[in-house]
């Protein structure tokens, strides 16, 4: 074993392909994949499983994966203490949260540090697919998501089965958020058959995930007289605010003005769906959060 392989195998996990990694490594593909395959013979079983869609880690390999970034860690602050004489790095937390403003900005889950000051990495996903697989990859050390109520057990089940913990924070029914423009401003509820009369614009994971999808979630996808769906928050309050179009949103009413920057944006309940959104926190049990410190909400409509 050598720390070179070491990195080989960091680069092919992050990118999800030999020939990519060969080039941001600046060797031969070939070269690359016989130092892997050598690798591979000395622990005695594969670590990359090859798909179409590009090669992906066996369940033994995330583990090798995971000591190796400790692995380069380290060595990262040994050079930086002993060799250039300057402070080890900060202590990193590396974090992702789906497009929703709402998961970008739960008061969750870290409320505490025990320590020096701290380096925070955050990447904004438009996929649930993509926080999976950061998170399973180590690319990151947690992640808030947004999930629909008939899809929570699915999703417990698919995260279950990737060894990754799901906590839940808050929930959330979802509304109707109207503009002036709408026929439905001046109600003080609606229904989906009143919804289906009208042009809709929801969030949507652009992989398809209906998990989601509010407007699948409701029924009215299909039968809607319009859809529209988009991954960018400003172009869906905009669009709410200048036009008929009626936006699905699970926001609580008391935190929306934070979420929304258009006053006369109104939200409207769904009087017939018992749909909401759950939002929670993941990580991968494995991973360890060190002094970082996660305190559980007592109550989940305390988190708003």
Known sequence: M??????????????????????????????????????????????????????????????????????????????????????????????????????????????????????LHYHNSTSLDEIIGLISTLQVDYATICVLSPFIKEMKIRLKNLDIEYHEVSRSAIYAAVGPASPLYGAEKTSRAEILGQTVICFADYSGDLMCNFAEALGIAAQARGLIKTNNPKIFYQAIHETSALGLIAVPPEIFPEMCEYSDIRLIPIEDSEIYAEYAWIKLRRVELGKFVIEETASRESVF
């Open 2 to 119: 050598r720390l070179e392989q070491l990195s080989q195998i960091i680069e092919i996990a992050d990118t999800g392909s030999f020939s990519e990694a060969a080039r941001r490594l600046f060797i031969s593909q070939p070269s690359l994949s016989r130092s892997v395959k050598q690798f591979e013979e000395e622990l005695g079983y594969e670590l990359f499983e090859r798909t179409r869609s590009g090669v992906v880690l066996t369940e033994r390999g995330k583990l090798v994966l995971e000591r190796a970034r400790t692995v380069e860690r380290e060595c990262q602050h040994l050079t930086d203490e002993l060799i250039t004489g300057e402070s080890p790095a900060r202590p990193t937390l590396r974090t992702a949260s789906l497009y929703c403003r709402v998961t970008s900005r739960l008061p969750f889950p870290i409320t505490r540090y025990d320590g020096q000051p701290v380096m």
